[in-house]
């Protein structure tokens, strides 16, 4: 590849047109190793300069870079005026918006900037103290009646990331057609140096953080509190509120892995700062076991995900899967929810989550939802308001256990429960291994795995689903299955035979097609039960052979 007049001049135009020093210059290094024929150099400044990042329900999300395919300040500034006039044509001028940051690199640049352009634009701009979990700010919106929110976080992403995440006014993540809506108007604004910035807003003050752990510290539903814990936030922001929040509960003998209790962009222990990851739990796991926890918690780094780890009965640790955590979490709400306050209880999960957690559901004469992926969908369950919503979760460790207050998933409130549940069990002599045994006994016996194809050409995505579309498979693990496709509403296809249940779909976040398997087998007694997963542990296995092979 050499490098192109067009591409060139459109490397000029955006120098030009850059706020950032540092990214100009850096540019401008890039441009001319490739001016004087650097292959790598060519090849990234084709990376960089090609379509801007996508403005989705999960906002932005990409690399620390400048151009317009990563995220910069000019990126960053132009994409706020976009969505401050898209506010604007919605009726919403000057209103609150409240703006929160994780401690990634470029967070506090970048909510600065957010906050500067709204500013600038007659909003009445609130700001988090300092950074703060996701949760944080979802709960700040609802709280103050604001009209948006953006907090400045990748989540869980890798180190090199940042990304921008837009609530709106009920405090929920932006579906369709808004997202569509809001990067049309970013199209429209001309160069980040013309946009126009103040120094009008407002930090919030501590009350309103405390509001926040006093409502996470309230979800407890028993007085138990003989519970050693192991916590890990993955050198993310969510230690301090974590530690306050438990203790705030009554939970106080809580171990944090030192190394990764503070916030650390470069992100030195992990890989990949995800609890689902292989290997990211590791030191949550071995500090459990040194310590003799009875529950190990995972926060990923902006603390809205939330994975549980649990001694297994030979005296070893693991992670329980999110589908596991979310029949637990679901069992607990729904078991000692006031229906004077929830007549009419609501809960959801994603379609490419567990099913056990409608049978919980209707045990309870409780409403079940599936929605699809992302709880911008499950908070909106059921008639599209989530009227009557009491908890939800995605197998992505993802779980919102106080809906009245934070519309969206919460690491923090989902720890909480799931340490009030564990303090429980203790008490009596029992653990969440038995408790998940117990939901076997009543529901069936429900195991799920997946299976990931990363790629490195996007195009693979789109033929891997184009061929699984033309042919599809009449049987899986020796069971005929028959295949639905759920297009135009969704990219995704479910395969389901007796007991058996797969879903495909690309990942909406990472190079990916994702494989979601489930296995249902029948459990007559609890004396049967180890006979049941030793059965149902080798049709996955066999199921999950057959899967990599069918993805390829």
């Not at 898209?86 to 209103?95: P, Q, R, T, V």
């Not at 530690?243 to 003998?253: I, K, M, Y």
């Not at 066999?542 to 899967?547: F, P, T, V, Y």
Request: hydrophobic share 45%; with cysteine; aromatic share 4%.
């Amino acid at each position: 590849m050499t490098l192109s007049p067009e591409l060139r001049d459109r490397a000029y135009r955006w120098i030009a047109d850059d706020l950032d020093a540092a990214d100009r210059e850096g540019m401008q290094r890039l441009l001319g190793k490739a001016m004087v024929g650097e292959q790598q150099a060519i090849d990234e400044l084709a990376d960089r300069m090609r379509a801007p990042l996508s403005f989705g329900t999960a906002g932005l999300r990409g690399p620390v870079r400048p151009g317009p395919n990563g995220m910069n300040r000019a990126v960053v500034v132009r994409t706020t005026a976009g969505l401050g006039e898209w506010l604007a044509a919605s009726g919403k001028s000057g209103g609150i918006v409240v703006v929160g940051r994780d401690a990634r690199h470029g967070s506090e640049e970048f909510h600065r900037d957010v906050a500067g352009v709204l500013a600038a634009a007659g909003f009445d701009v609130r700001v988090l103290p300092r950074p703060l979990p996701t949760p944080v700010l979802a709960f700040a919106v609802r709280k103050l009646n604001a009209v948006a929110g953006v907090q400045v976080t990748a989540s869980h992403n890798p180190p090199a990331d940042n990304g921008y995440k837009v609530y709106l006014d009920a405090g929920s993540q932006i579906v369709p057609p808004a997202d569509r809506e809001i990067e049309a108007a970013i199209a429209k604004v001309g160069a980040a140096v013309v946009v126009p910035t103040a120094q009008g807003w407002t930090t919030t003050g501590e009350d309103l953080v405390q509001s926040y752990v006093d409502r996470a510290a309230s979800l407890t539903r028993s007085s138990e509190r003989g519970l050693r814990i192991a916590a890990t936030t993955l050198h993310g922001v969510g230690a301090e509120t974590l530690r306050e929040v438990l203790a705030r509960a009554g939970f106080t003998d809580v171990h944090l892995v030192a190394e990764q209790e503070r916030p650390d962009p470069d992100f030195p222990t992990v890989s990949f700062p995800n609890p689902e990851e292989p290997g990211a739990a590791d030191l949550l796991l071995e500090l459990a076991s040194t310590v003799d926890a009875d529950l190990a918690v995972a926060l990923d780094p902006d603390a809205d995900r939330c994975a549980l780890g649990v001694r297994e009965r030979d005296g070893s640790w693991r992670m329980l899967r999110g589908d596991e955590t979310g029949a637990l979490l679901g069992e607990r709400v729904l078991s000692t929810l006031d229906r004077t306050v929830h007549p009419d209880p609501l809960v959801a999960a994603t379609i490419v989550s567990s099913e056990l957690l409608s049978a919980v559901a209707a045990k309870h004469n409780a409403r079940y939802d599936a929605t699809l992926t992302g709880f911008k969908w499950l908070v909106r369950a059921g008639d599209g308001n989530g009227t009557g919503l009491v908890y939800a979760y995605e197998e992505a460790i993802g779980h919102c256990v106080d809906p009245d207050v934070v519309r969206d998933k919460d690491g923090i409130s989902a720890a909480v429960l799931a340490c009030d549940l564990a303090a429980s069990l203790k008490a009596s002599g029992r653990s969440l291994l038995d408790a998940l045994d117990d939901l076997a006994v009543d529901h069936g016996l429900h195991l799920t795995d997946q299976v990931s194809l990363r790629v490195e050409d996007l195009g693979v995505i789109g033929r891997t689903m184009a061929r699984l579309r033309a042919e599809p498979p009449s049987e899986l693990a020796g069971i005929a299955v028959t295949v639905s496709d759920l297009r135009p509403k969704a990219d995704v296809l479910t395969m389901r035979g007796a007991g058996l249940r797969v879903l495909v779909r690309p990942s909406g976040t990472e190079p990916k097609v994702k494989a979601y398997l489930e296995i249902v087998e029948p459990v007559a007694d609890a004396a049967e039960l180890d006979e049941a997963r030793e059965r149902g542990r080798k049709r996955l296995s066999a199921l999950r052979q057959e899967i990599s092979a069918l993805l390829g």
